[in-house]
């Protein structure tokens, strides 16, 4: 039987505690009065974020503490991983808005302590049934404007979140989402304070936020962003949630939460003189929207058993190439990661991610007949290791290899092609309970504020997301994977991951960056694993993200000796396009029930680690 739903009337808020608000002007002190009236006292005291906690009964770490809370609250009342991973995305869906939310899709891999089995739930959004390989092809033949896409109904695809949370709750967890979104509502109708990582992407969003006036009325304060430490509420989205909780998704996919969807990407309100695409999408098209269990992908590293997403993401098999790559070079040197200095570790890794990153981008997409096992398989990558030279980094682009089965040769056979274009935001958030079950989850809606247009009445963006297909094939007369079908799901960076050892969980791991993320979920293994670094120093260290292109370096790794050392090799490190590359989240489960949850130090203004019961109080 389905637990009660008392302790969600408790909830959160008694927790926290709560403090004043800052709210200037009278009519802004009026609606904070009826707020305050109608929902109770706002959220307006977060838990501190500490970075790393190390404890007993279960753990969560993601980028936000009221995300945290809410799933270390559902381990305390007895629900297990997938219960407090539904619990604290939905709480994700209202303080990070521009990240992540039902307007997205994302990947929640899963490990059953139960079964012992990893699987997968792909959650990634859908192309309308009109879409084909032009769709964004202007009448010249020409890609579209990236940009212009990206703020349009054209680059909405049908959201997987919603659906994604009833499967992980169906199928893994043992409360409903009637009990694990009220937090999450709770939170978007007594409201929570802004903090600088909220102020600073609403600021940065702001000019195209004034595009479309619903999106101005939820997320701006008299067109500009809300300031530090004000109360932000959000009573439309929680008035979804509630619908969502009360009728079940469908009221989503096939309600009037779709259809409102709908209305709104094929017809986009917008600002006085802004014109942007329409969409496609159909309300057949939300009703065909599935999220779809699918298995892992693996590979064996160092001993440990490191499991994925598949496609539609590459993020797992470009992982996992990488790590298969780094084992090859360490043969071919006889040196291992863990003995080499820094310098010679990062132009491993370096060279190691551009060559996942050029197989990555010519063999995985949404389509039939991905190589994946010969993509992820220890021989591919012996001989992609061939090209290795512990001297020099290779010229880029590094040509694709031929996964095909045959790794007698060494002479790469492929073309060389450039990296496409992606985003940089997203969230990632773990959860591992007291079973043994453990929950590796990233979800986004793409680029920063997604599509920038929020549903009308109903409080949440709509994804970017197919601006994720290549606009046009990335090499003449090389077949492309990732070009717009329909139906078809956008190839994914996103690298949610779960590693076992000896059969047990010992890890999980992801974060957010667009094509980065695979970079950084590959560094962080790697610095754990073969550094030597405590999981939350894996998670600060200065990150190297090269796609087989300029590397980005965060940090001052650039400036560094070591960055020097790596110029003198060849690579070409340049700073990234923001402050900061990815912001991660990590779970170390270890001996005897207890766990160290881990998150950023230097990124994104911190992240939020939890146990259940920490050391210092047992
Ligand atoms: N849309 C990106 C992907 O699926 C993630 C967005 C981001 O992290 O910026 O790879």
Not at 138 to 150: H, I, K, R
Not at 314 to 338: K, Q
Not at 560 to 567: D, P
């Amino acid at each position: 039987m389905r637990a009660s739903l008392r302790y969600l009337a408790l909830g959160l808020t008694g927790a926290l505690g709560v403090t004043g608000t800052a709210l200037g002007g009278s009519a802004a002190v009026a609606r904070e009065e009826r707020q305050h009236e109608r929902h109770g006292p706002p959220v307006a005291a977060e838990p501190p974020k500490v970075p790393t906690m190390t404890g007993s009964g279960g753990a969560v770490s993601s980028v936000d503490p009221l995300a945290s809370q809410a799933g270390i609250d559902v381990l305390e009342r007895g629900g297990n991983a997938a219960d407090a991973a539904v619990a604290a995305a939905a709480v994700l869906g209202v303080t990070e808005p521009y990240s992540a939310g039902i307007g997205g899709g994302g990947f929640f891999v899963h490990y059953d302590a139960g079964t012992g089995e990893v699987r997968t739930i792909d959650g990634r959004e859908t192309a309308p049934a009109t879409y084909t390989e032009d769709e964004f092809l202007g009448a010249d033949g020409e890609p579209l404007d990236f940009a212009t896409v990206v703020s349009s109904g054209k680059s909405v695809g049908v959201p997987g979140t919603p659906a994604t949370w009833e499967a992980a709750s169906e199928e893994f967890g043992t409360m409903d989402l009637d009990r694990l979104l009220r937090p999450a509502e709770r939170i978007a109708a007594r409201g929570f304070a802004v903090d600088e990582n909220f102020a600073e992407q609403t600021a940065q969003s702001a000019e195209r936020f004034r595009m479309f006036p619903e999106t101005a009325q939820v997320f701006l304060r008299d067109g500009e962003a809300p300031e530090v430490g004000t109360v932000f509420r959000n009573p439309d989205l929680a008035r979804t949630y509630r619908t969502i909780r009360t009728h079940g998704v469908d009221a989503f996919y096939e309600g009037s939460i779709g259809r409102a969807v709908v209305d709104e990407v094929r017809d986009p309100t917008t600002a006085e003189g802004v014109d942007v695409f329409a969409g496609e999408l159909t309300e057949d098209d939300v009703a065909a929207y599935e999220a779809v269990f699918r298995d892992p992908v693996s590979t064996e590293y160092r001993g440990l058993d490191v499991y994925g997403m598949g496609v539609p993401s590459s993020g797992g098999i470009a992982v996992a190439e990488t790590l298969n790559l780094l084992e090859a070079y360490d043969e071919r040197t006889g040196e291992d990661l863990s003995e080499v200095s820094e310098a010679q570790y990062l132009h491993r890794f370096s060279e190691a991610t551009a060559t996942a990153f050029a197989d990555r981008n010519r063999w995985v997409g949404d389509v039939a007949g991905v190589p994946v096992e010969e993509l992820t398989s220890q021989e591919f990558a012996d001989e992609r290791a061939c090209l290795f030279d512990p001297a020099a980094a290779l010229p880029r682009p590094i040509p694709f290899g031929e996964p095909d089965g045959d790794y007698a040769a060494c002479a790469p056979s492929g073309a060389r092609q450039p990296e496409a274009a992606g985003g940089v935001s997203t969230t990632h958030l773990n959860v591992a309970d007291r079973w043994g079950n453990v929950v590796s989850y990233t979800l986004t809606i793409e680029q920063t504020g997604g599509s920038g247009i929020t549903v009308p009445d109903h409080g949440f963006l709509l994804n970017n997301e197919l601006t994720d297909f290549n606009f046009a094939p990335v090499t003449e007369g090389v077949k492309d994977p990732n070009l717009p079908a329909p139906g078809k799901r956008p190839r994914s960076s996103m690298s949610p991951t779960i590693i076992l050892r000896d059969g047990e969980p010992w890890m999980s791991v992801g974060t957010p960056g667009g094509a980065t993320i695979i970079t950084t979920v590959g560094q962080i293994i790697t610095g754990h694993v073969d550094r030597d670094l405590p999981l939350v120093d894996a998670i600060a260290a200065p990150r190297l993200s090269s796609r087989n292109g300029p590397e980005e370096a965060d940090l001052g790794l650039a400036d560094s000796a070591v960055g020097r050392q790596l110029s003198g090799l060849g690579h070409e490190l340049v700073p990234p396009p923001r402050r900061w590359i990815g912001n991660a989240s990590a779970i170390r489960i270890l001996e005897q029930g207890r766990f160290t949850s881990a998150a950023e130090t230097e990124r994104g203004y911190g992240g939020s680690a939890m146990v259940v019961r920490p050391d210092r109080e047992r």
